[in-house]
């Protein structure tokens, strides 16, 4: 059975630095083929992807969050962290993890998808 | 960035109702197009992966279609564990983006 679920502090002041780990059951982050990515959604607006990392450590991050964002994985330990720096309001937001598939189909062209998500973590940047 | 837009924003329907929700994307993403449920309190689901592969364990009355810009989910038959959120995904290049979402209502 897969799972994957989003842990960290439900309160944030502002300029401080969130940390957020995934721990990840049923599958290897060192799977060919894998990865996890971050998703967060504010309060009754869209989802926002925030970057992913690989099985081969290749990672991704959304332009405009680049500068504030690392995402590290610990294989050994089943966990995926996010770090955002220099935390706003703004940030205040339901933080998702999800696994990323690569997907072959018949016409051997393949494709990537949130195939499996943990339920969330809400976080609240407030002083 | 590739624009990901969805209509209607919300709607209102009934159990046993057709309900079609649309995609547009800024530029073409050839079939490069996720849907995904989301509901309070639980893990979001996918529905759909590219443009009209239905996830596994994902009831039939879901189907997806479209290619290059313009996409569409429609749910045939409306049950009461469907009301929820629903979002479109491009896969196409990075970063990734989300629609705007559509609620589906009551």
């Known amino acids: 059975q897969i799972t994957l679920k989003e842990s960290g502090p439900p309160l944030v002041k502002p300029t401080q630095t969130l940390t957020l780990t995934c721990t990840v059951s049923?599958?290897?982050?060192?799977?060919?083929?894998?990865?996890v990515g971050w998703i967060r959604q504010p309060p009754g607006k869209a989802l926002e992807w925030l970057g992913a990392?690989?099985?081969?450590?290749?990672?991704q991050y959304t332009p405009s969050l680049k500068n504030r964002l690392t995402i590290t994985k610990d294989t050994s330990k089943n966990h995926v962290v996010l770090t955002m720096t220099n935390m706003d309001p703004v940030d205040t937001a339901t933080y998702y993890c999800?696994?990323?598939?690569?997907?072959?189909?018949?016409?051997?062209?393949?494709?990537?998808?949130?195939?499996?998500w943990g339920r969330g973590t809400l976080v609240t940047v407030t002083s | 960035d590739i624009q990901m837009t969805q209509s209607p924003s919300s709607l209102s329907a009934s159990v046993g109702d057709r309900v079609t929700i649309t995609c547009r994307a800024s530029q073409s993403i050839s079939t490069y197009l996720n849907w995904y449920q989301v509901q309070p309190g639980k893990a979001p689901k996918v529905l759909i992966y590219a443009a009209s592969i239905l996830q596994s364990g994902v009831p039939s009355r879901f189907t997806g279609s479209g290619s290059g810009t313009d996409f569409t989910l429609t749910i045939s038959s409306l049950q009461p564990e469907d009301f929820a959120t629903y979002f479109c995904q491009q896969s196409d290049r990075t970063p990734l983006t989300f629609g705007g979402g559509t609620k589906v209502e009551i």
């Open positions: 990392i690989y099985w081969d450590d290749d990672k």
């Open positions: 049923g599958f290897s982050l060192g799977t060919i083929g894998v990865g």
């Open positions: 999800a696994r990323r598939l690569r997907v072959w189909t018949v016409s051997r062209n393949s494709y990537w998808n949130f195939d499996f």
